[in-house]
Nanobody, 129 residues
Framework: QVQLVESGGGLVQAGGSLRLSCAAS????????MSWFRQAPGKEREFVAAINWNGMHTYYADSVKGRFTISRDNAKNTAHLQMNSLKPEDTAVYYC??????????????????????WGQGTQVTVSS
């Protein structure tokens, strides 16, 4: 079992930036793809970004492509989501998630065909207009 803890959320004006972090503990997370999802009020949770185990491949939702960057530091068992040019529609609770199998690719996560096994508690991001 892995525990995921997000941090870095907050309130920012439109056009601003935030950097979210996800710390993994309970097992060595470096062999697993990592991902970010978000859920806005009244909406279903949606995929944001994913990165494979060695950081060589990344995938993004069309709505954040070119503005958000996912990265990871396997030495520290952490993943990050750099969010630039934020828009009010980016307002949501952001969740870090990891799959149950090290064979799961970031591409598979981006396609929505994989159910994540581990979730963080979420961090609120609010973008004011």
């Amino acid at each position: 079992q892995v525990q995921l803890v997000e941090s870095g959320g907050g309130l920012v004006q439109a056009g601003g930036s935030l950097r979210l972090s996800c710390a993994a503990s309970g097992r060595t997370a470096s062999s697993y793809a990592m991902s970010w999802f978000r859920q806005a009020p009244g909406k279903e949770r949606e995929f944001v970004a994913a990165i494979n185990w060695n950081g060589m491949h990344t995938y993004y939702a069309d709505s954040v492509k070119g503005r958000f960057t996912i990265s990871r530091d396997n030495a520290k068992n952490t993943a990050h989501l750099q969010m630039n040019s934020l828009k009010p529609e980016d307002t949501a609770v952001y969740y870090c998630a990891s799959p149950g199998s090290s064979a799961t690719t970031a591409q598979a996560i981006s396609m929505g065909v994989i159910r994540m096994a581990n979730w963080g508690q979420g961090t609120q991001v609010t973008v004011s207009s």
